[in-house]
């Protein structure tokens, strides 16, 4: 049973460029969340979607960063026109939803962002 | 803003001790708290968890502790390894909030052999 999957696991882009990062939950979640990480932090909620539809972006930064979770295919974290300040690493995670007691989520391994 | 931190940024602790990660948040509408575990270049990893109308949970060497009254959560790891090396992290979900994590700034556990 593969875990989340994320890709690339390393991402190198000029300032101006964009990023597009990838995630696949594990197999039977729809609920998929993406956090950012600084360097000796901790990580930091963004956005939490559904298959279609965004619950949560109150993490979101306003402009350049968008997310998506179609009905067909993995999530995407797009970042347009990066900066130096975006370069951190992203992570995502996935659950089933809530069961009752858990809201355990289940984290992939990361895309580190670098921006030149 | 952030509402969950740790006390300890660094424990070094000899494989066989006892280990005591410590954690408080200031938010008491918090629900549900969870422990993860960080090592270098990887996603975080589940550790434990446990609702706000518990006080104890136990796991396989772990113990988690909940006291609601000053708003601290601990982590016990048993007869601690050289493989339980890494960044913990505890996080929360508010009541009534969406299921996003806040998550604490982390702890590093180093364990000499």
């Known amino acids: 049973n593969a875990g989340v999957m994320q890709n690339p696991r390393h991402l190198v882009r000029r300032r101006g460029q964009e990023a597009r990062l990838r995630c696949s939950p594990m197999?039977?979640?729809?609920?998929v969340y993406w956090y950012r990480q600084l360097p000796e932090e901790g990580l930091k909620f963004m956005v939490y979607?559904?298959?279609?539809?965004?619950?949560?972006e109150s993490g979101m930064p306003k402009e350049r960063f968008s997310a998506e979770f179609p009905k067909e295919g993995p999530s995407i974290l797009r970042i347009q026109q990066v900066v130096r300040g975006d370069s951190a690493a992203y992570f995502c995670?996935?659950?089933?939803?809530?069961?009752?007691?858990?809201?355990?989520?289940?984290f992939g391994p990361g895309t580190r962002l670098t921006v030149t | 803003g952030e509402s969950v931190g740790l006390h300890l940024p660094t424990l070094s602790v000899q494989e066989g001790d006892n280990s005591i990660i410590n954690c408080a948040y200031s938010?008491?509408?918090?629900?549900?708290f969870i422990w993860y575990k960080q090592e270098s270049g990887k996603g975080p990893q589940f550790i434990i968890d446990?609702?706000?109308?518990?006080d104890k949970r136990q796991g396989q060497r772990v113990t988690v502790l909940l006291n609601k009254t000053v708003k601290h959560l601990s982590l016990q790891i048993a007869a601690t390894q050289p493989g339980d090396s890494a960044v913990y992290f505890c996080?929360?979900?508010?009541?009534?909030?969406?299921?996003?994590?806040?998550f604490g700034k982390g702890m590093k556990l180093t364990v000499n052999p």
């Open positions: 446990i609702r706000s109308n518990m």
């Open positions: 979607l559904q298959k279609e539809n965004i619950i949560d």
């Open positions: 996080a929360e979900i508010l009541q009534g909030g969406s299921e996003k994590l806040v």
């Open positions: 197999k039977g979640h729809s609920h």
């Open positions: 938010n008491s509408a918090s629900d549900y």
């Open positions: 995670a996935s659950s089933p939803g809530y069961s009752g007691y858990s809201y355990e989520q289940y």
